[in-house]
């Protein structure tokens, strides 16, 4: 693929970017009217990927009657409205709003495995405002690099914009593609690493290589974590997010592994399946469900 540069970008990235900086420049509550505007164009007039977010509330909770489904799928709406203003924000807020904003309970334990030499993976869901995880660099020991992986997007403008506002908090932006390369380098540096792993999306149809059935459905699951976690002997946590009120969250960290290494195989998968799914279900509507995530099903014949 040919590389990137700056100046496939042109004009319309710089427009984009002045229209969110002056937009960054209001404090949140005044965001906040925005996103109520948002989301009545968003849900009422556009209706933005409607049916898929129904289908898949549907199928995530045949117990629900239509009115629980609605409530889920319109708080969902809010919220997705609430997340894009919260993460133009991040072109001007400050280190305390943020630390105010986004809270971690325990980052010692990531520490207690990076000080000992151990690299892990942070793997988390698309819930919550995930864009404020990177903060987490105020807690990490300096010594540690700090990664988040990403797939380069379509348009050159939204991939240039959002590794502008993901670089917020220093972390390495890291190119799926060059996750093999950038570790190995980092490794044979002896720099213990803490790599984010944003892992519940949709994989291409041909790595068909473990499903599951997650929120009552067969699920194909990303194995790309785990495999190079186990290559490279990593720890893997995963981090719960709570949305404790209106701009404002709390992260748990939990281990899954200390050595990805000596676990069987798809069992790093498995165990962060659930553990996204339990901080799903407690409350759907933080949930990325415009996603469309159950668009292949379980082939009957895996070898057809």
């Known amino acids: 693929m040919k590389k990137r540069t700056k100046k496939h970008v ?26 109520d505007a948002l989301y009545f164009f968003l849900y009422y007039l556009a209706r933005y990927r ?19 489904i609605e409530k889920i799928e319109k708080d969902f709406y809010r919220f997705l409205c609430d997340y894009f203003v ?36 942070l793997c988390l869901g698309h819930y919550g405002n995930w864009e404020y995880v990177p903060s987490i660099s105020f807690y990490l020991s300096p010594n540690v690099v700090q990664g988040q992986i990403y797939k380069q997007l379509h348009s050159n403008a939204a991939d240039r914009f959002f590794l502008k506002l993901r670089s917020r908090f220093s972390p390495k932006n890291i190119e799926m593609r060059d996750t093999f390369f950038t570790i190995v380098k980092n490794k044979n540096e002896g720099r213990p690493m803490v790599i984010g792993f944003v892992a519940d999306q949709r994989p291409p149809r041909y790595l068909d ?75 759907p509507a933080y949930w990325l469900w415009s996603h469309n995530r159950w668009k292949f099903t379980k082939k009957t014949n895996p070898s057809a």
Not at 92 to 109: A, Y
Not at 260 to 277: G, Q, W
């Open 50 to 68: 409607r049916k898929v977010v129904r289908k898949n509330l549907i199928n995530a909770f045949p117990s629900k009657s239509k009115k629980e």
């Open 209 to 283: 290589h473990y499903w599951t059935t997650f929120l009552n459905q067969n699920t194909l699951a990303l194995t790309g974590m785990e495999r190079i976690a186990a290559k490279f002997g990593f720890a893997v946590v995963y981090l719960d997010i709570q949305r404790v009120k209106r701009g404002y969250y709390r992260g748990t960290f939990s281990l899954i592994t200390a050595d990805a290494s000596k676990e069987k195989k798809f069992a790093v998968t498995e165990k962060y399946m659930r553990e996204l799914e339990k901080t799903i279900l407690r409350n």
């Open 10 to 35: 042109g004009a319309g990235y710089y427009l984009w970017y002045g229209i969110s900086y002056l937009h960054a420049l209001l404090p949140l509550p005044a965001l906040y009217i925005l996103s």
């Open 86 to 121: 919260e993460t133009i924000k991040l072109l001007h807020i400050s280190d305390k709003e943020i630390k105010q904003r986004m809270k971690f309970d325990n980052p010692e334990l990531i520490n207690e495995l990076t000080q000992s030499g151990t690299s892990c993976f």
